[in-house]
Structure formats: C-alpha cells, structure tokens
C-alpha cells in the first residue's frame, strides 16, 4: 500500500512540483504543510502550519523548506516516530550533527540532490578522481537568483565525493557558484591536466528530477528501519 505523504513546504517552487507530480503518479499526498499565512490558500488537500496537529494524516514526510523549519519537522517526526525525506539544503555542521543524531530514532533520508541523474554522475566523479590522481578538479554551478545557500548542496556534496575518493579535505576543492535567471540547476565537475580537460555536466532541465527522487525516496524511506540515509543508498538498494 502507498504510504501517505505529507510536503512541507507546499507552497513552495519544490512543493508544487511534488505535489504536481504525484497527481500523475501513483503517490498519495495527503498533507499540504507550510507556515501559516500561506496555508489559506485554497488546495484539494488537507492544510496544516503545524504537522503535529493532524498526525493520523500521513506516514511519511518530504521536506524542501529552509535549515531551521526542516530542523522543526524532523523534531516533529521524531515525537511521532514517522519517517522523513529531506530535500532542504545549507544545513549548518550542529545542524548537521542533530540530523544524525535523530536518525537513531526515524529513518531520516538526506539528499541535497533527488534526482537519479545527478546521483549517477557521483560515482563517475568518485572513480574519475580516483583513476585521475594528478588532475586537478574543481566544481562550478549555476541556479536561479533566488535560491538562498551558495554553493550549493549538490556542489558540496560532489566534494565531498571527490574528498573522500581522494583522502583530502571538500575544502581544497574549488567550487564557483553563479546565479542567473531561469537556471534550475547546473553542475560542472572539471578534471584538468595540462594537456586535456575532462567535463562532467549536469543540467536540471525541470524540477520534475528532483520530484520524482522525493517521492520515490519517501515511498521507500517507510520501509525502513530507523537511521540515516542518503539517495545512493535508496540508489543501491535498487527500489
Ligand atoms: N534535494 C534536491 O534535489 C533539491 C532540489 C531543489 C531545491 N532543493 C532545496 O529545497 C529547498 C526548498 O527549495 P524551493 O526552491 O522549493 O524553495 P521555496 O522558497 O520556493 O519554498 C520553500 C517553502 O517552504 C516554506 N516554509 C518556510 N518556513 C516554513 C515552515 N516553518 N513550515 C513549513 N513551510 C515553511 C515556504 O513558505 C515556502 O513555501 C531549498 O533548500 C533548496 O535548496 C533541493
């Protein structure tokens, strides 16, 4: 049976376009969640400002938000013991840091990138840095103008990947981040010697991706035990 879903951050660009998606999928969204003085817009769904007010109305939650009201909704899942997709990204280190530690308790899946695409491109960057030693690597994105956390999620998580196969610190990697109007969300891996240059490019033509990989995460994220999950696991696992 389909788990029923709960989007906090409804009203938001990533909201919609979860709830949209799920329309013309099989997904079961039950629970539109924002602050309060957008949830008098009108919807087909039950509203709320607050998760805890009507628990029995959903399973599972997705999250595309900010830091701090992301923070808010695992506490909230963590009382009701209900797992949590999250999609928000710029969470600070003791952020960070509370997300682990209430994964002991809900299955908590992070992914500051849902799509498959992006998520495949990682492990070609991860075996490039590795097959590549002497190249040096750097990280350029590009996103709309009002997306607020710079660089981005996806940015930092590609060093971390390069860090890790390479045993260095995401720090000395270089990462420029632009932003332009329109651009959802481009990513460039660069390996340059200095004789060639390899590109890994990634550009986000729609958020459907990203909406896809939500929904798809939080139908398998309620399957799980309680701990802490990224999309390669989900990934792996081959749901
Ligand atoms: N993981 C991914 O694949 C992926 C893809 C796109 C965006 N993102 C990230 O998702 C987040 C949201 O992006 P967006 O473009 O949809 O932003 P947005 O600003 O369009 O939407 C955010 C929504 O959260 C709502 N919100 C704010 N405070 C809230 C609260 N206390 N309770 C409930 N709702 C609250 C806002 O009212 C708004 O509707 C950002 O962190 C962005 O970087 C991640």
Same mark, same amino acid.
């Given at each position: 049976m389909n788990s029923k879903i709960a989007i906090n951050g409804f009203f938001g660009r990533m909201g919609q376009s979860i709830y949209n998606l %799920?329309? +013309?999928? +099989?997904?079961?969204?039950?629970?539109?969640?924002? !602050?309060?003085? !957008?949830?008098?817009?009108?919807? &087909?769904i039950l509203l709320l400002s607050d998760l805890s007010s009507n628990p029995e109305s959903f399973d599972v939650v997705i999250d595309f938000?900010?830091?701090?009201?992301?923070?808010?909704?695992?506490?909230i899942c963590e009382s009701l013991s209900k797992p949590i997709t999250i999609g928000t990204t710029g969470?600070?280190?003791?952020? !960070? &840091?509370?997300?682990?530690?209430?994964? +002991?308790?809900?299955?908590?899946?992070?992914?500051?990138?849902? %799509?498959?695409?992006?998520?495949a491109t990682l492990k070609s960057i991860s075996e490039l840095s590795k097959l590549l030693p002497n190249y040096e690597i750097s990280i350029e994105e590009t996103h709309h103008k009002n997306k607020i956390d710079s660089p981005s999620g996806t940015a930092l998580k590609i060093a971390e990947v390069v860090a890790e196969s390479r045993d260095i610190k995401p720090a000395d990697i270089n990462i420029k981040s632009y932003r332009e109007d329109g651009e959802i969300g481009v990513h460039k891996t660069i390996f340059k010697s200095d004789d060639d240059e390899i590109i890994i490019y990634h550009n986000a033509y729609n958020r459907e991706i990203f909406a896809l990989g939500a929904l798809e995460t939080s139908q398998w994220i309620a399957k799980q035990k309680p701990g802490f999950y990224t999309y390669q696991n989900y990934m792996e696992d081959g749901s």
């Open positions: %799920s329309k +013309k999928n +099989k997904f079961n969204v039950t629970v539109g969640c924002d !602050k309060k003085e !957008k949830i008098s817009q009108e919807s &087909e938000t900010l830091p701090e009201p992301s923070i808010d909704a695992v506490k969470f600070n280190k003791n952020q !960070k &840091e509370y997300l682990l530690s209430a994964s +002991k308790n809900i299955p908590l899946l992070l992914a500051p990138n849902m %799509s498959l695409g992006v998520n």
